[in-house]
């Protein structure tokens, strides 16, 4: 696809298992020869249980954990040839959401710190300037000013995801990783959070991989949907699609266990 | 009445302060009954559960209520009826599918001990009653599964086995805590299967603890909504989920994404947080994030009141004008 920012193809992870016998070697395939492309300021989500290798592909596509084999492209350029200072340049441009917000955050740095760190390691704001961007972005994330002195425990687990949030959208990134972004959030707060990255989504015309567990979810923030199975993408297609009428016997019966509510 | 739960009240005396984690819960389950007790995190359900066996641990206690199971107040019993009930006549699971698995035993000789102690079988009665129970609960090969180690079985087998295990004493009350939240949804949706079909077969009654709505639905007649240690909504599930009065309640329906709306409206989050339970608001715990309060909901503590048989909510803006004018000084 021409106009995708992101093509990934033929994508490989593969995670030696125990040790050496004989000479051979076993692996988990965790991530299996996966072909997928986002486009620019598209939702693509990405569907499956645990251990589906879901999470393994969205840190392979930013590098975080090694791939194999195969092909990352991103605005072009070949991601898995990058050296280390190139690869460190495109992380502005590439930015992640992960799932705790409570292990993601350092717990020792003031939230000031967490959203200004970044900023200054890409040159991005002078000493004067951070105060006022940091205040913008909790500004955008929906939070007042006086957050900046808190640190992240305390505060509650809508707030720190609220931060993660921020801090991923800093860099004026063009594509997020969003790892069950909402997941270790209760409902109503969940609600709250959705909607706000899909608003910030909209507004900056960002492309997403939404990595999640929970089909209803992924099904309010993506344009098409990517079913993934023990490593591979078993089905692929449109949002309303996937969810109206499945192809593939998997995502049938991942349909079914959803519980529906009267 | 099965179980009659009458003004529970489980505090926790922590340095920071007294910390009401249930505070004033009422409700019964009739026998065979499925009622589900749902509410966000920190809502006090799971204290709700250990109180009734009386599991709750220092700095935790019991300061209030009773807790009747057939007539008898299991606060006041003594330590040795209170053994003999838990894994008797009232069966447990937990969100861990391994929590009340031994480890170091194999699941048969942890299903022989269950037998042997809560219906005095024989060894070798006590060891076909196992297999029989492991593959009534959908363990493929039981005979041969009696021997395995917790630690050889997926999560969903695990919480099979532990299952077994709860249901092992022929319980008359099955507390389910979560039972399937650390679960894919495949298996959830079986594990919930299972829990229909061994509650048709051996016609106990579960209390079914959860976070998720979409849970509470698939297998609940009666749901009690719980919000920061009270129950704050009471109705058939029916009821419930078509016409929820309050307005917690219908937040939390909201906010629920429901698969094939496609993206549709936003969801309709419930603004702010759970409050903090040592620094609760005053009057309903709810005002701060209520759309529907008012001025009285600040210095007001709304009490359950019927609103139709079985039916019960606490909220003052939910029931009847003439409740809402007794309320005027």
């Known amino acids: 696809m021409s106009d995708a920012l992101v093509e990934i193809s033929g994508l490989k992870t593969w ?22 492309h986002v486009g620019r300021g598209e939702v693509l989500g990405v569907v499956g249980e645990s251990g589906s290798g879901k999470t393994t592909l969205g840190r392979s596509v930013l590098r975080l954990v090694e791939p194999t084999g195969g092909s990352v492209r991103f605005a072009g350029k070949e991601v898995l040839a990058l050296g280390r200072r190139d690869l460190r340049a495109l992380r502005r441009r590439m930015q992640i959401v992960f799932q705790d917000p409570y292990s993601s955050l350092s717990p020792r740095m003031q939230i000031r710190q967490i959203l200004s760190e970044p900023l200054r390691l890409h040159g991005m704001v002078d000493t004067r300037g951070t105060e006022v961007k940091v205040a913008a972005l909790l500004e955008m994330v929906g939070l007042e000013p006086y957050f900046m002195r808190r640190y992240p425990h305390e505060m509650s687990g809508g707030q720190r995801q609220r931060i993660a949030i921020a801090r991923a959208f800093a860099l004026e990134p063009e594509f997020i990783v969003c790892d069950e972004p909402v997941s270790a959030l209760d409902v109503s707060v969940q609600a709250q959070v959705l909607n706000l990255l899909q608003s910030l989504q909209r507004e900056r015309r960002v492309s997403l991989l939404f990595i999640s567990h929970d089909l209803a979810v992924v099904e309010r923030v993506a344009d098409r949907i990517a079913v993934m199975h023990r490593g591979k993408i078993v089905e692929e297609g449109d949002a309303a699609r996937v969810i109206a009428a499945p192809k593939h016997p998997y995502t049938k019966t991942l349909l079914a266990a959803v519980p529906t509510l009267p | 009445m099965l179980l009659h739960v009458e003004d529970l009240a ?115 009665e006590a060891r076909r009653e196992a297999v029989r129970l492991l593959d009534d609960v959908g363990i493929p090969d039981a005979n041969k599964r009696f021997n395995s180690y917790p630690f050889e079985l997926s999560g969903g087998m695990r919480q099979r086995v532990a299952i077994a295990l709860a249901v092992s004493g022929r319980p008359k009350l099955l507390i389910a805590d979560e039972p399937t939240t650390a679960l894919d949804v495949t298996v959830q949706a079986e594990i919930l299967k299972l829990l229909r079909h061994i509650q048709s077969e051996y016609g106990m009654a ?99 009141i019927e609103l139709a048989p079985n039916h019960r909510c606490a909220c003052y803006k939910a029931v009847p004008v003439t409740a809402d004018v007794e309320r005027e000084p």
């Not at chain 2, 699941?107 to 022989?112: F, N, P, W």
Request: aromatic share 6%.
């Open chain 1, 15 to 36: 995670f030696p298992m125990g040790g050496r016998w004989l000479g051979t070697r076993s692996w988990v395939r965790a991530v299996d020869d996966v072909d997928l």
């Open chain 2, 10 to 124: 489980t505090h926790f005396f922590l340095d920071e302060g007294v910390l009401r984690a249930v505070d004033g819960v009422s409700f019964d389950i009739r026998e065979a009954e499925t009622v589900a007790l749902v509410g966000e995190s920190g809502c006090g359900k799971t204290i709700v559960a250990l109180s009734i066996l009386k599991l709750v641990q220092w700095p935790g206690r019991i300061v209030r209520g009773r807790i009747l199971l057939d007539g008898e107040d299991l606060i006041a019993v003594s330590t040795e009826r209170l053994r003999q009930a838990r894994g008797g006549e009232v069966g447990l699971i937990f969100q861990e599918p391994g929590a009340s698995l031994n480890p170091v035993f194999t699941i048969g000789a942890q299903l022989v001990e269950v037998l042997r102690l809560h219906r005095g079988l024989t060894r070798g």
């Open chain 2, 206 to 304: 579960i209390l079914i603890i959860s976070h998720d709505i979409g849970v509470v639905a698939s297998i609940a007649e009666r749901v009690l909504v719980m919000y920061t240690g009270r129950i704050v909504e009471e109705a058939p599930a029916r009821t419930l989920f078509r016409a929820p009065v309050h307005p917690y309640t219908r937040g939390l329906l909201a906010a629920t994404p429901r698969l094939g709306t496609g993206r549709g409206t936003p969801l309709a989050g419930i603004p702010g947080t759970v409050p903090d339970l040592l620094a609760l608001p005053e009057g309903c715990t709810f005002h701060p994030r209520c759309p529907i309060g008012d001025h009285g909901c600040i210095t007001d503590v709304p009490v359950l």
